[in-house]
Every structure is written in structure tokens, then in C-alpha cells.
């Protein structure tokens, strides 16, 4: 498959995924780079590995945001090391894929997702969201088969 080819694949895909979530991906010029690469690649693995995990850490930050005080903390501290544990992988796939890019790509790339900033977390974040909307399709499209 030639350049061309993975980028409109990535298009397809990305508004795809898009058209599920009902219009709740936030940054879908950036998802959709993340996608291009991967599929030029041809490492899918990769792509169901960082949407997993993606919607794994979204699953325990809900814990966060609705702690209830009869959660006991030896287990809360366990939900908060695990959370850590999987926004590291995240960094570190995102990573993956970014150096297959650009230097160009890859210096957007660390400073808007990977620094270590207030501003580079939040937008992290909301990748983060993107991808897990990568995960609830796939899974869908597995059920539909």
C-alpha cells in the first residue's frame, strides 16, 4: 500500500470512528495522523494495544472522579498506580509511533502530549478520550462479525 493509500485509509477510518462517537472526537487532525502511521506501518497490534489501554485509564479515572468514601485506600492507591502505570504505556506507544513521523510531527507530537506541562497533560488527556472512542468501535465492529 503506497503513502497515499494509508492516508485515505486513515481518513476512512478516522471519520468512521468519529460518525460512532457521534461527533465527541476532539482532535481528530492529530488522531488521525496517529492512524496514518500506524496502518503505514502495518502494525494494528500497536493501534488495539494503545486504544485498550487508553480506555482502560479512562475506566479507572471515572474511579477518581466518583471516589465514594466507603472505598477502602489500600485499594484507591491501587487504582492510582495502575492509572499511572497505564498512562505511562500510553506515552510510551504514542512515542512509538510519533518517531516513525516527521521531525517536524514529532516535535508537535512531544510538546502538545508528551511534555511534561499542565497544558501538555490536559491535551493528553483528551487524546486519551479520542483513542478509547478507537477501542468502543473496534469492539463494536468485532460484535457486529
Known sequence: MNEK???????KFCKEVDQFSKGKIQNS???????????????????EDLSF???????L???FQTRSSDIEEDY????????????KKI?????VVINQSSSFIQGIFKEKYLGMTHESMSNL??????????????NEIKRKD
Not at 53 to 59: D, E
Not at 76 to 87: D, L, Q, R, T, V
Not at 91 to 95: G, K, V
Open 5 to 11: 493509500n494509508h492516508k485515505e485509509e486513515a481518513n
Open 29 to 47: 487532525e492529530d488522531l488521525n495522523r496517529i492512524v496514518e502511521v500506524i496502518f503505514k506501518e502495518d502494525n494494528l497490534e500497536l493501534l
Open 53 to 59: 489501554t487508553a480506555k482502560y485509564s479512562q475506566g
Open 61 to 63: 479515572m471515572t474511579i
Open 76 to 87: 484507591f492507591e491501587k487504582i492510582k498506580n495502575e492509572y499511572a502505570e497505564s498512562i
Open 91 to 95: 506515552r510510551s506507544n504514542l512515542e
Open 125 to 138: 488527556k483528551i487524546l486519551i478520550e479520542d483513542l478509547s472512542w478507537i477501542k468502543m468501535y473496534l
